[in-house]
């Protein structure tokens, strides 16, 4: 099996969330079956959609692996449960969020996993830090590379 790319973006917005941040990244560094090529500055955004909650701060990686899509989200699953992610309202505030944007060009539309992240696009908080480290890389689905859908959304 080849290596794939995979970008994931990391989001935090209660407790020390750059600690919350650096402890996700240890752990998905941890993982012998990852590894970690590049990781963007932490920005500091405002939420998007849900009820009223504090700021984010937010990152990319962008790491190689041969784990199937599936299997990596129930590894993301996993931390986040490890950090002390609770489940609760939609969109509501979280100790830390791990969503896969993009594996490869591959496409996935599972009951519980959409690749590439359905609403990436639509999102400054991911295409900013994505855009730092990787401008280049192509939307499989929209076909534009990532620093001209960030220019699209300001």
């Given at each position: 099996?080849?290596m794939?790319?995979?970008?994931?973006?990391l989001?935090?917005n209660?407790?020390n969330?750059?600690?919350?941040?650096?402890?996700?990244?240890?752990?998905i560094?941890?993982?012998?079956?990852?590894?970690?090529?590049?990781?963007?500055?932490f920005?500091e955004?405002k939420?998007?959609?849900?009820p009223?909650?504090?700021?984010y701060?937010?990152?990319?990686?962008?790491?190689?692996t041969e784990?199937?899509p599936q299997t990596l989200?129930?590894m993301?699953?996993?931390?986040e449960?490890?950090?002390?992610?609770k489940?609760?309202?939609?969109?509501?505030?979280?100790i830390?969020?791990?969503?896969?944007l993009?594996?490869?060009?591959?496409?996935?539309?599972?009951h519980?996993?959409k690749?590439?992240h359905?609403?990436m696009?639509?999102?400054i908080?991911v295409?900013?830090p994505l855009c730092e480290i990787?401008?280049?890389?192509?939307?499989p689905v929209?076909?534009?590379?990532?620093s001209?859908l960030?220019?699209?959304?300001?």
């Open positions: 099996m080849t794939t790319k995979v970008y994931i973006g989001g935090s209660l407790g969330r750059e600690e919350n941040l650096v402890s996700a990244i240890s752990r560094d941890a993982c012998d079956e990852l590894c970690i090529i590049s990781k963007s500055g920005h955004t939420p998007v959609g849900g009223p909650q504090p700021d701060v937010n990152c990319v990686i962008e790491l190689e784990i199937e989200l129930g993301f699953k996993k931390i449960i490890e950090l002390g992610r489940s609760g309202v939609r969109w509501g505030p979280r830390i969020d791990l969503d896969i993009l594996y490869g060009d591959r496409v996935v539309n599972d519980n996993l690749i590439p359905e609403r696009h639509e999102r908080f295409l900013e990787s401008p280049d890389i192509t939307h929209l076909r534009k590379n990532i001209e960030l220019k699209e959304l300001r």
